[in-house]
């Protein structure tokens, strides 16, 4: 009931930006916590950033003054914005939403992923 799009994903240097967006549709939207998750080969999933329907958001440590997450509720539509990007950031990122009441990024309640989108960074 909840389709859920990311686009954006690619390759780019160490030190660089990139920014991904994730699409949907449906009146919905604008009362969905919205998430970015990401999972590198091997690891398990990590929670990367939140934004809840008022626009509050919430951050992992390692994301704070490097990534932004912003939605538009016009265009429907979730966004990352990556800077000073690391080889370590090299993952498959996913965006993904919840009707819960908590909005965080290391929630468990986040029930509605994307198919993810591939963001590699070069050394």
């Known amino acids: 009931q909840v389709p859920l799009v990311e686009s954006g994903g690619g390759s780019v240097q160490a030190g660089g930006s990139l920014g991904l967006s994730c699409a949907t549709s449906g009146n919905i939207f604008n009362t969905l916590c919205l998430g970015w998750f990401r999972q590198a080969p091997g690891k398990e999933r990590e929670g990367v950033a939140s934004?809840?329907?008022?626009?509050?958001?919430r951050y992992g440590d390692s994301m704070k003054g490097r990534f932004t997450i912003s939605r538009d509720n016009v265009k429907k539509t979730l966004y990352l914005q990556m800077n000073a990007l690391k080889p370590e950031d090299t993952a498959t990122y996913y965006c993904a939403a919840t009707l819960g009441i908590y909005c965080g990024p290391m929630a468990d309640n986040f029930a509605y992923w994307g198919q993810g989108t591939q963001v590699t960074v070069s050394s």
């Open positions: 934004i809840d329907k008022f626009g509050t958001t």
